[in-house]
């Protein structure tokens, strides 16, 4: 299990890394260069939460326990409200209706105040990670995703998806998201009632970590130098 999870790490650092060989071919895509930025964000925030296991696994460091150092809450509750705001962000960003384009950026500003002040006014900072945090996140942007799909069926788009690196990002994040938020929902409530659920759960998340980042690694280079058609050969199409 602990060689998985830093499998997950490194395979987020290599997402990373194609995400800007793909910038760096083509520089006029600032969205996916953003989002590139992101996930090297991703990768230094999950070297940083596998100090607890690296704690555990070394007694010499066991003195540790009694610090902050030994849970990873904090790191991932600031964290989480980024990653949201991030992947909303660059999904409006492929959207072309202003209006719902305003509509999402002010649902975004309120997403954010919700959840920092129920970091602020609530013990979850240290204690676990934050269920509304990821619930309305989710929401929002599955919300997001789906919209994003619509404007696809209804424009020239549909005839070059396969060469729409945002698509292969939305698939691989909608899987994610729609699988992972109801395991957090009742991941707290199960830690004591079973242990089963519990190890299931760590399974599923792991698998899906895999999934996410290799699909990205795997977007980022094969679309890294094949060319968007033309306007006038998708209107030929026709």
């Known amino acids: ?23 760096q071919k083509k520089p006029t895509d600032k969205a996916v260069g953003f989002f590139s930025y992101f ?7 999950e070297a ?10 070394n007694e ?4 540790l326990k009694e610090t902050f150092l030994y849970n990873n809450f904090w790191i991932y509750n600031p964290y989480l409200i980024i990653s949201f705001v991030i992947y909303i962000l660059y999904f409006t960003w492929n959207i072309s209706n202003k209006k719902i384009r305003r509509i999402i950026n002010h649902c975004l ?3 954010v105040i919700i959840c920092i002040a129920n970091l602020l006014f609530s013990d979850v900072f240290f204690q676990s990670h934050s269920v509304i945090t990821y619930m309305l996140g989710s ?5 997001v995703i789906f919209y994003y799909y619509f404007e696809i069926l209804l424009s020239s ?23 992972t938020t109801p395991i957090l929902i009742y991941y707290n409530y199960y830690t004591t009632q079973s242990p ?10 792991i698998g899906l970590n895999i999934l996410m980042y290799s699909s990205y690694s795997f977007a980022f280079l094969s679309l890294a130098n094949k060319k968007k058609p033309s306007t006038k050969n998708l209107k030929n199409a026709f």
């Not at 490194?10 to 997402?15: P, S």
């Not at 940083?48 to 696994?57: E, F, G, R, T, V």
């Not at 729409?164 to 939305?170: M, Q, T």
């Not at 190890?199 to 998340?205: C, F, I, N, Q, T």
Request: aromatic share 22%; proline share 2%; hydrophobic share 65%.
């Open 1 to 23: 299990m602990q060689i998985l999870i830093f499998l997950i790490i490194l395979l987020e650092g290599f997402a990373a890394i194609s995400g800007l060989y793909y910038y």
């Open 60 to 63: 010499p460091l066991h003195f």
């Open 48 to 57: 940083l939460a596998a100090i607890p296991k690296i704690i555990y696994w």
């Open 139 to 143: 929401f929002l942007l599955l919300g």
């Open 39 to 45: 996930l090297l964000l991703t990768f230094f925030v």
């Open 157 to 179: 788009k549909i005839l070059s998806i396969k060469r729409e690196i945002s698509f292969y990002i939305s698939f691989a994040a909608l899987l994610f998201f729609l699988t």
């Open 109 to 111: 500003i309120l997403y």
């Open 196 to 205: 089963e659920f519990v190890e299931l759960s760590r399974s599923v998340l």
